[in-house]
């Protein structure tokens, strides 16, 4: 059975601060990350993808990849309370078709 | 504008009734998904396809079924087997199913019963 985890939150941090989002995984062979952000409502949008070790950067987005540990997680500086959403981590099993994704972190930014 | 179409936007069953739920999707992706999201949970796949004219069970497949008659279109019908219906129901679509192809995702469409 395929998991995947995230602390469901919900995370709080002021405007302006960087907000640290985790996610672990329990298959060894998994080999495609992403990250999606959920608005209250709405449907999950990409935000990041990474696919090796390591730090991948979007604008304000850092994405980071530990596979021997088996975590990624997202780095969101300069937080906004436009980030204020449900982030949801996927992620792609070798060999497998589909994404397993985790429950998602609840994450608050007050101005 | 490419992208992922699900209609309608709000659905309500009546006891013993099926529906159908639609996603079409004009980015000529191969892949296409439906899950199932309730409050508080992540998403949980229904039925996958691939490729047209072939489609395969996710975790959850019991009470729902699919067809894959055009590359464009994925229908989702909930059938009265279905007995907890209520939930945000998200399609979803990708150029491949391996490595590094990221899912896309309609709007939704939220069911509820009558």
């Known amino acids: 059975q395929k998991e995947v985890e995230q602390n469901s939150g919900p995370l709080s941090v002021p405007e302006g601060a960087i907000a640290s989002l985790n996610c672990t995984y329990s298959?060894?062979?998994?080999?495609?990350f992403f990250w999606y952000r959920q608005y209250s409502g709405k449907s999950p949008e990409l935000i990041m993808s990474?696919?090796?070790?390591g730090d991948k950067e979007d604008g304000r987005f850092t994405a980071q990849l530990n596979k021997a540990s088996q975590y990624v997680s997202l780095l969101i500086r300069d937080s906004q309370p436009s980030d204020s959403a449900t982030y949801l981590c996927?992620?792609?099993?070798?060999?497998?078709?589909?994404?397993?994704f985790g429950k998602g972190t609840m994450l608050l930014v007050s101005p | 504008d490419g992208g992922i179409t699900q209609s309608p936007k709000y659905l309500f069953r009546k006891e013993g009734q099926n529906v159908t739920l639609s996603c079409e999707q004009n980015?000529?992706?191969?892949?296409m998904y439906w899950y199932r999201q309730d409050p508080g949970q992540g998403l949980r796949l229904i039925y996958y396809?691939?490729?047209?004219?072939?489609?395969q069970k996710g975790d959850i497949a019991e009470g729902y079924s699919v067809s894959r008659e055009k590359k464009e279109s994925f229908p989702l019908t909930v059938t009265s087997a279905q007995k907890n219906p209520t939930a945000f129901y998200l399609c979803?679509?990708?150029?491949?199913?391996?490595?590094?192809?990221?899912?896309?995702f309609g709007d939704g469409t939220r069911l509820s019963i009558l």
């Open positions: 979803a679509s990708s150029f491949g199913t391996k490595g590094a192809q990221p899912q896309h």
């Open positions: 298959d060894r062979g998994s080999q495609s």
């Open positions: 990474i696919y090796s070790n």
């Open positions: 996927a992620v792609r099993s070798s060999g497998y078709s589909t994404l397993t």
């Open positions: 980015l000529n992706h191969d892949a």
């Open positions: 396809s691939q490729i047209v004219n072939d489609f």
